[in-house]
Structures are given as structure tokens and as C-alpha cells.
């Protein structure tokens, strides 16, 4: 059994406006119809569960997507705790060592093939498994006036991406410690690395973009209107 936790819970201040980014429209329907129909599209996963906003007047309340059910919760003051929120209302049938996929509501050009090889991937060895992809351009370390202090090596760095695959068990330890360690994770994987462990990077697509700044939206537009 797969299942997907989806945080959708955020604000956006970075993108502004009123309504949160997640659900803005591209290609005829929000953000986090994409990214939900996207991963319930695949034949491997069994269901949802999306961490969203308290009072969240923006869903449109679906409660099956592809004949899978999607269940929601609320979330929480920072991303990590809307995912816990969200590991937190698994149905009871999802076993403690379910595989379970996080990915960003704002990522809603996911694809199958990369979904396919991340499953793939995390079912191969215990400590997770995440989409990734290597950084193509030269990085510049600064000072506080933007002024270059260093060029740092890319050999070996990569841009973490979502989704992230890890055995329900795992994941819930890892988030509970960080939590009350007061370590606020900006993703799942830097929990599990607070263990000790090392998921593996699995390349995904470059076009597998979050949507942050009105800049992004105009791409994701593209880019899911030529896959429509
Ligand atoms: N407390 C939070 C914060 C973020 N998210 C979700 O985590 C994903 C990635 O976070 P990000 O892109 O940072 O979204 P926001 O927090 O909304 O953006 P910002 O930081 O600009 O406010 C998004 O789908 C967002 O809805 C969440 O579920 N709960
Ligand atoms: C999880 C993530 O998308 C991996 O790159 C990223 O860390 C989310 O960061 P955000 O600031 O919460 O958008």
C-alpha cells in the first residue's frame, strides 16, 4: 500500500495575492488538482492525504480522485507539521510500514515515469527515497551586500525536489524528533538524515518546478498545457 501526504496548507507570501498559490488555475484547474490527479493517476498509489489551511474556504472538497480516497486534516504553523498532520490521518488500514510519498501541492507537474522510478527506488532499501535533480549552474556564496564571496564546487549538489518516499514507521520517528528537537525541517529528508541515515537522490525531471513567485506560474502554465 502507497499512500501520498499532501501539505497544502501554506499562505504563499512569497507568491502575494489572496488566494493561496495552491490553488491558483493553469491549464483549466488548480494547482493541487494537478499535483493530486497527477500522483492518484498512478496505478501504484492508493490515496491521499492533504494537511490543508483551518477553515480553508479554497477546496473544492473532493473526497475521491481516480477512485482513490483523498482525506484531508489540518495543518500545522510550518510545512513539517502539516506533513506530520497529514501521517497523523492515515485511515486505519494503512499499515505502519506503508510506503508513503510526500509532495508540495505547489509541484503540479509531477510525473508518472518519475513517480515509477522514486517507488522504485525507496522499495530497494529502507532509509527513503527522494526526487532530485544535480545543479546545472555555478553557485556563488555572498556576503550580507550581495557581494561574492566564493564560488561553491556543484560536484555532488543537487536541488531536493518532491515527492519524497519513506516507510511510514521512519518518517512518523524522524518528524517526531525533529519536532521536538526544535529543528524546523524544510524537508522530509533532512529529518531522516538527523537519524543517521542516507535516502538515496533519484534524478527527476528538471520541469517538476514549485510554484513560488508569480514568475513560476507563467512557466507551470506552459509546461502543463503542452502535457495536457
Ligand atoms: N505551514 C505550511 C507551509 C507550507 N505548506 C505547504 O508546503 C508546500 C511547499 O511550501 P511553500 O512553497 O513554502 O508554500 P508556502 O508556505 O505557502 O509559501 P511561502 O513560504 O511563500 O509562504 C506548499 O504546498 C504549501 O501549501 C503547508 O502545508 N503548511
Ligand atoms: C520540500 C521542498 O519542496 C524540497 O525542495 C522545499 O524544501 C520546500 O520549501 P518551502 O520553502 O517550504 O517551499
Known amino acids: 500500500m502507497i499512500w501520498a501526504l499532501v501539505p497544502a496548507a501554506g499562505s504563499g507570501r512569497r507568491f502575494g495575492g489572496d488566494v493561496p498559490k495552491q490553488y491558483l488555475h493553469a491549464a483549466g484547474k488548480p494547482l493541487i488538482g494537478h499535483a493530486l490527479e497527477a500522483l492518484l493517476a498512478h496505478p501504484q498509489m492508493d490515496g491521499a492525504v492533504v494537511a490543508l489551511a483551518a477553515d480553508d ?6 473526497t475521491t480522485l481516480h477512485g482513490k480516497p483523498v482525506v484531508t486534516c489540518v495543518g500545522g504553523l510550518e510545512r513539517a507539521d502539516s506533513v506530520l498532520a497529514a501521517l497523523y490521518a492515515l485511515p ?16 503540479p507537474n509531477v510525473r508518472g515515469c518519475d513517480l515509477s522510478t522514486l517507488i522504485a527506488a525507496a522499495n530497494a532499501q529502507r532509509d527513503g527515497a527522494i526526487l532530485a535533480a544535480p545543479v546545472r549552474d555555478t553557485l556563488k556564496a555572498s556576503d550580507a551586500d550581495h557581494r561574492i564571496e566564493a564560488t561553491v564546487p556543484r560536484a555532488g549538489l543537487w536541488r531536493a525536489l518532491t515527492p519524497q518516499a519513506f516507510r511510514r514507521d521512519l518518517l ?11 529543528v524546523t525541517v524544510t524537508d522530509e529528508a533532512m529529518a531522516v538524515e538527523r537519524l543517521g541515515l ?5 534524478e527527476g ?3 517538476n518546478l514549485k510554484v513560488t513567485t508569480p514568475a513560476d506560474l507563467a512557466l507551470v502554465e506552459f509546461l502543463l498545457a503542452r502535457a495536457a
Open 92 to 107: 486505519e488500514n494503512v499499515a505502519h510500514d506503508a510506503l508513503l510519498l510526500v509532495h508540495d501541492a505547489a509541484r
Open 57 to 62: 474556504p479554497h477546496w473544492p472538497g473532493w
Open 198 to 202: 542516507h535516502p538515496v537522490l533519484v
Open 205 to 207: 525531471r528538471e520541469d
Open 172 to 182: 512518523q520517528r524522524a518528524l517526531q524528533a525533529a519536532q521536538a528537537a526544535g
